[in-house]
């Protein structure tokens, strides 16, 4: 596709429940980014892909995130047992890796936990 | 601790005039600065960026102002139109390049006035 697609673009999750959010990176983009964007706030790093190599997680809040990109392309943000303060956008981003570090990022799917 | 701050949630500018914001860091390690644009219910796309061996770079009606000795940075808009109405994020990292992950302010809400 021409952009960065994420699915689903909102969703509801009744609080312990499991969610996974998908990202369809631009064709060709080495790297893929996550982040999760709180209401009012910018967005913050979550974990970063380079390939299907998971190079950096260093921003997954707790061990109930774990995302994944098997085949070097389209990614999954899995959170376990969700919680309230999980609610928020999540957001998807691809650069290509010799670029000037400018990011493309996808619409984001916005979760709210009950 | 945030590292990047945007001190002002909100700005209000006159269709025409001069649209200034404003961005602050405390990481002396950051060198490489960008300005996110993001409409509503869209992800946030690139604007702008500087080295941080520059103190200015100007794109059309966008110029990025550098002041490393102050740790601050300002994003110029001149003529400001009325779609420039958008929520504008200053992001920082270490390092040129997308292995890098950024960290964002929290965000100005720009609106021109027409």
Redesign the interface.
Known sequence: GAGVSQSPRYKVAKRGQDVALRCDPISGHVSLFWYQQALGQGPEFLTYFQNEAQLDKSGLPSDRFFAERPEGSVSTLKIQRTQQEDSAVYLCASSLILNTGELFFGEGSRLTVL | DQQ?K?NS?SLSVQEGRISILNCDYTNSMFD?F?W?KKYP??????LI?ISSIKDKNEDGRFTVFLNKSAKHLSLHIVPSQPGDSAVY?C?A?VG????????????TQLTVLP
């Open positions: 990047v945007q949630p490489y960008l996110y219910a869209e992800g946030p796309t690139f960026s994020f992001a990292s040129r390049g997308s292995a890098r992950q950024l960290t964002f302010g929290s965000g």
